[in-house]
């Protein structure tokens, strides 16, 4: 891409946000942020005991990446960010309003079946589908691309690269 952007890559746990991020970000020779680390560890904990997060505790989470998206504003970056609602959106959006959306998207089994492969994460498999309850896919207004995870992680980075494309100045 010509113009760097603020890539947020989104989607349920387990779709390959920490691992398609990374890669992508390399592909664009921006920096990367993992969206895991602006977690308070009152966040973390609670996930880890299988307790999902209400709004109250994802709107600190969502202006931290918001401020680091803002203050990456024409210089491009990669970070991941479930950002399942609209809100969470429209919450980034307020802080850098050219972010663009990456939504990795899978079915149900396949990513449940990553998520119980992967070790040392505190996301438990239990709370997969209550993402799935509160995911929101992008609206048409929303300036984004939605990518299948099937494949391997450099073939999912390459659609997406693709399909970004469009929104090259």
Avoid at 54 to 78: F, M, N, T
Avoid at 110 to 120: E, F, N, P, T, V
Avoid at 133 to 154: H, I, K, M, N, Y
Wanted: proline letters at 5%; a negative charge; one cysteine or more.
């Amino acid at each position: 891409m010509s113009t760097p952007h603020v890539v947020v890559v989104m989607g349920v746990a387990g779709t390959g946000k920490t691992t398609v991020g990374p890669l992508l970000a390399g592909t664009l020779g921006v920096p990367y942020a993992e969206g895991d680390e602006f977690h308070s560890s009152e966040n973390v904990a609670k996930m880890a005991s299988g307790v999902p997060l209400e709004d109250a505790d994802r709107w600190p989470w969502l202006d931290s990446i918001g401020e680091w998206a803002h203050g990456r504003a024409g210089r491009g970056g990669v970070v991941s960010c479930s950002a399942l609602k609209r809100a969470y959106r429209d919450r980034l959006r307020a802080a850098a309003p050219d972010v663009l959306f990456l939504h990795l998207t899978g079915d149900r089994e396949l990513i449940g079946r990553r998520m119980a492969a992967r070790k040392g994460h505190y996301m438990p498999t239990a709370l997969l589908d209550s993402q799935f309850a509160t995911l929101q896919d992008l609206g048409e207004d929303e300036a984004g691309v939605a990518v299948d995870v099937s494949g391997t992680p450099e073939e999912i980075t390459e659609r997406a690269v693709a399909a970004l494309r469009r929104f090259e100045n």
